[in-house]
């Protein structure tokens, strides 16, 4: 058992430089990350290769962290906890040693964000992850498509269901395939993990030992909110307005009278907070990889633990341990073996704003109102199964996760398929609400453009108050002041520029009655600008020469390159520009540079193609079509595609690959194969440029190649850092194009629209 303690020190800033200036001895093996957060505390955590003591340097600026705290013991897991917080409150911190100085942190993405005191009616995000500890490339590619989703609206916290490391949870596993795959959201998102059954089979619930209980430091005394459960097993926390339940469905026995059951009617029973949120891996409904009629663990959960929850007004179940994603109808007091719908779903809709409308509930935590079942078993291992539980509104059998928005009576979760797609949404109200559908983040407004505002109504509100902020809620401005509740209204986007705009619907008659945007949206106050228009002018080799990598850098030398206007290649007879045709190379290299006088906010790209094609921005790889095979020279494309095939993407800002000034646009396109007869390309990119103060905003080509400044890569702890990419891009691990570090990527179809 751990023995956790903290000792606070005040120092000077001149005594904290002094601790930090010795080079480190230890080293980390695991990164740091959060625990235990509450409204006034927080526990960091870090592992290091050998012993040496523990201090944290913290403050509410990266540059001013003048407050410390120090465990003078010697270990190699360390825990230090940091007290007496102001809540709801961003604090920045750096780990190390006295002797050793600093290993981690000390910069802006090293923070945790105090949570706020238990009842805030604030806005609150949540990933929801299970069954992902693989370390392949799908875990990161899920990853990846949650960060693209979320943008800079990340989520406060990291709800993991279990099987967060496979195959049996061993020290090594847990370091490469949990803390390993997501060290840029834990060392500033903390996580609240449940136990899986293959990190059980290394770990002991009963005594509390193993990797599992080794790596997590979980609140068994109540500290963050709930009754004290006396164990990590099992345990509850307060977030805002709502309570999060935490049960062992895999080591701890859940039979009637048994110490987890006892704990867990006496927790329900003394929360007050307006949503109960329940969460452990063995779900009590799924038809994906386990079947959740016949196998023990599932079944136990459903007759032993769903009574409890729903008689205590339970708002939301996830589950994972079944590798499929399943989201239920409202239902409630399906508790029999096997399970039928009949009599138990509360309502029959699709939960959809936009659809059959959100989930209604009455005010307040009341028995058996209906409760919504997800299985989020899919977040990075293989998955199976056929689906069709009579419970179950939606099933997807492919890689993805989940994010949960709460404000205030309203509550929403998204399923974020590994690709980007987002392929299932619901919705659920308690009481009178409003549901705002659109914008909810993440589009992309210019001014002047005609934008229908939609949102859904629960109960009686005749007319509404529209509102827009342009820096993130601080201030508002009225869009109108009262108009009939239609549930849609056409807004003029006005002249301002942000990527932080956020819209409010709420009552005309009570302000109280609101929804507002789940995340940022941005508006140009200038347009998307074509910089590159289809027929521009490329520079191209077709030689067939081996140009490893170094041709995406800008500093490469293309002066000796051939070139013309679109489109290349040869073959078809439509080409401006014909290529040498004999003898067929597997790959054809395009560059072009572009100028750009501001910070890119928005940026598309549609590129014709014969066959496969890859794009990359400064370095950075953007897009990419049939190069399943590799990106090396001698790869041919994975396959043949249409004759003159044509696709768009948006393309991600997160990292932004655009630099102001000199940009370089690279692209190869592949030939299927030797006997290929004809080869394709034309690109055309748009972009939106924010406006500077002293006016501009604008974009331009330049018709060269080579010579343009480079942005840099993002930073090694960022989303973007080398190797985290989970996206089919380059060859093996041995190949140049495996040691690219290419960034985060998030393709996203015009042809694909959000549900809603």
């Known amino acids: 058992m751990r023995r956790l303690s903290s000792v606070l020190l005040a120092a000077p800033a001149a005594a904290l430089l002094a601790i930090a200036a010795p080079a480190s001895a230890e080293q980390l093996v695991r990164k740091p990350y959060i625990q235990t957060l509450t409204p006034t505390s927080a526990i960091l955590v870090w592992t290091t290769d050998s012993g040496a003591n523990s201090v944290v340097h913290y403050g509410t600026s990266p540059q001013s962290l003048t407050q410390v705290a120090e465990l003078a013991s010697s270990v190699t897991q360390h825990e230090v906890k940091l007290s007496n917080l102001q809540p709801g409150t961003r604090y920045y911190y750096d780990v190390g040693s006295a002797g050793g100085g600093v290993l981690a942190g000390g910069d802006a993405s090293h923070y945790f964000e105090t949570a706020p005191p238990p009842g805030t009616k604030k806005k609150i995000r949540a990933w929801v992850v299970g069954d992902s500890g693989t370390g392949s490339s799908r875990q990161a590619a899920v990853r990846d498509a949650m960060l693209a989703y979320a943008g800079a609206y990340r989520p406060h916290l990291f709800l993991h269901m279990g099987d967060i490391a496979y195959t049996s949870g061993t020290t090594q596993e847990f370091t490469d395939k949990f803390f390993g795959m997501y060290p840029a959201i834990l060392e500033n998102t903390v996580v609240w993990p449940t136990l899986g059954n293959h990190e059980g089979q290394s770990s002991d619930s009963q005594t509390q030992t193993g990797t599992y209980y080794t790596a997590y430091v979980l609140p068994k005394a109540g500290e963050a909110g709930g009754m004290p459960s006396g164990t990590e ?63 023990a663990q599932l079944v136990t959960m459903r007759e032993n633990v769903l009574p409890i929850l729903e008689a205590a007004g339970v708002d939301l179940v996830l589950g994972g341990h079944s590798h499929i994603y399943e989201r239920s109808f409202l239902v ?128 009686t509100i005749p007319d509404v108050k529209l509102e827009y902020s342009a820096d993130d809620g601080q201030s508002w401005k009225t869009i109108i002041a009262s108009t009939p509740n239609t549930g849609t209204y056409t807004w003029t986007v006005p002249a301002v520029d942000t990527a932080t705009a956020i819209v409010r619907v709420s009552s005309a008659a009570n302000a109280a009655v609101q929804d507002e945007s789940n995340a940022g949206f941005a508006i140009a106050a200038s347009g998307p600008v074509k910089v590159i228009p289809f027929g521009d002018v490329w520079k191209y080799d077709g030689a067939g020469v081996d140009h490893g990598i170094t041709w995406l850098e800008p500093s490469f030398d293309d002066s000796a390159w051939a070139s013309g206007p679109a489109q290349l290649g040869y073959g078809d007879g439509d080409e401006a520009t014909a290529m040498n045709d004999s003898p067929v190379h597997p790959s054809y290299y395009f560059r072009k540079v572009i100028a750009l006088d501001g910070p890119v906010i928005g940026a598309n790209l549609e590129v014709l193609h014969d066959d496969g094609v890859a794009v990359w921005i400064n370095g950075t790889q953007v897009f990419s079509k049939y190069m399943d095979d590799g990106l090396g020279h001698n790869a041919f494309a994975s396959q043949g595609s249409q004759d003159n095939e044509l696709d768009a993407a948006a393309i991600s800002l997160a990292p932004n690959p655009f630099v102001e000034g000199k940009n370089v646009v690279a692209v190869m396109v592949k030939q299927s194969g030797a006997a290929s007869s004809d080869l394709s390309f034309d690109l055309e990119l748009e972009v939106t440029v924010k406006s500077t103060a002293s006016g501009g905003g604008g974009a331009g080509g330049t018709g060269g190649a080579g010579g343009a400044g480079h942005g840099g890569a993002p930073g090694a702890s960022g989303p973007g850092a080398a190797g985290s990419c989970g996206c089919r891009m380059a060859g093996g691990a041995g190949s140049p194009l495996a040691l690219l570090g290419l960034g985060v990527l998030a393709l996203v179809s015009r042809r694909r629209s959000r549900i809603r």
């Open 233 to 295: 097993a099992y345990y509850s926390f307060d977030y805002g307005n709502v309570h999060f339940v935490v049960l062992d469905s895999h080591d701890t026995s859940s039979k009637p009278g048994s110490p987890e059951l006892v704990w867990l009617q006496s927790d329900l029973a003394a929360t007050n907070q307006d949503w109960i949120i329940a969460y452990w891996h063995h779900p009590p409904y799924t038809k994906g990889s386990h079947n959740s009629d016949t196998e």
């Open 332 to 459: 409630d007091g399906a508790y029999n073996t096997p399970t039928t719908a009949s009599g138990h779903i509360k309502d029959s809709g699709d939960g959809k704003p936009l659809g059959n409308g959100p989930y209604k509930k009455m005010a307040g935590n009341n028995s058996h109102d209906g409760a919504v079942y997800v299985v989020a078993g899919h977040g990075g291992t293989g998955v199976s199964g056929n689906g069709g539980h009579p419970l179950m509104y939606f099933t997807e059998v492919d890689n993805g996760s989940c994010i949960l928005d709460i404000q205030g009576n309203r509550l929403g979760l998204v399923n974020i398929r590994w690709d980007g797609a987002i392929t299932d949404r619901f919705a659920m109200v308690k009481g009178t609400g409003l549901v705002l559908a659109a914008p909810d983040g993440g589009e992309k407004l210019t001014k002047d453009q005609s934008f229908d505002i939609k949102w859904a109504t629960v109960g």
